[in-house]
């Protein structure tokens, strides 16, 4: 019998997928990325919001760098780009993603997490990007998502140093959204998943898909695809239901 490596729930509109390694701290061997893959290539039709968590005491420790000792270079180039396809659909897919975070985020962990859209920590959280210690370069996406969000002169200090953020570090960096109390980021996300699955889907896809890239373009050009989007999300009539009810309760006052 094959190894479960990710474990997926559903309840209602929201999908939970879990890394299933606690063992190995749910490092990321080849296996566990593609069964990562799988689970989010099966999200259930009408699922309005997908949470992310890990088993064990630690949401990912990053690469396993035991798969990893002998590549060829264009082997790890590949490699690198699987990384880059399977975060993109997770940043990228359309529905919102919370990740649920505790323990170890770290390196290729760190690199998931900031593919997703919230992120919420508990206090034994802790950041790192260890590559310099190994002598390698990140392959996942950090270049970009996490020197996006800490800048990229800290995100090479981190990378040289080895150091270690702890949970208020990464609070105030933007490396989480919501700080917790132990135990309570599973909570929180679920929390959070229930009130964005309110959303109109169509708006949820828009600033999962659009926001990102508007960021990667020129002013000019982020204004234009702006108004594009809001033309497409603006206009539906799911729209005009939801803005015509909240204008409805507004009318009627304040309640007693």
């Known amino acids: ?65 035991a798969e990893h000792q002998h590549r060829e270079p264009f082997g790890v180039m590949q490699h690198s780009q699987s990384w880059h396809r399977i975060f993109h659909r997770i940043q990228n897919g359309g ?35 260890p590559e310099g210690r190994h002598g390698i370069f990140v ?10 969000i800490i800048g990229p002169g800290r995100m090479c200090e981190m990378m040289l140093t080895g150091r270690i953020l702890d949970a208020d570090e990464g609070q105030r960096l933007g490396l989480s959204h919501y700080l917790v109390g132990e135990g309570e ?19 949820n896809w828009a600033m999962c898909t659009a926001i990102a890239r508007i960021d990667n373009m ?16 603006q206009t539906s009539p799911e729209v005009a239901e939801r803005i015509g009810a909240f204008l409805e309760r507004k009318g009627q006052g304040p309640r007693t």
């Open 1 to 65: 019998m094959s190894e479960q490596l990710v474990r997926t729930s559903q309840d209602g509109n929201i999908y939970t997928i879990a890394l299933a390694r606690p063992a190995k701290r749910n490092a990321v061997s080849d296996r566990l990325l593609a069964a990562l893959e799988a689970a989010f290539l099966a999200t259930p039709e009408g699922t309005r919001a997908i949470i992310l968590s890990g088993d064990g005491k630690h949401f990912c420790a990053g690469l396993d760098l």
């Open 95 to 129: 529905i919102p993603v919370i990740s649920a975070l505790h323990g170890a985020v770290i390196g290729g962990g760190l690199e998931l997490a900031t593919a997703t859209h919230i992120r919420v920590a508990e206090p034994d959280t802790i950041y790192q990007l």
């Open 139 to 148: 392959g996942g996406g950090a270049s970009v998502r996490v020197a996006k």
């Open 185 to 203: 980021s599973l909570a929180k996300a679920q929390q959070l998943a229930a009130r964005v699955a309110e959303n109109a889907p169509m708006a």
């Open 218 to 233: 020129a002013s000019d050009d982020g204004f234009f695809v702006e108004s594009l989007t809001a033309a497409l999300t």
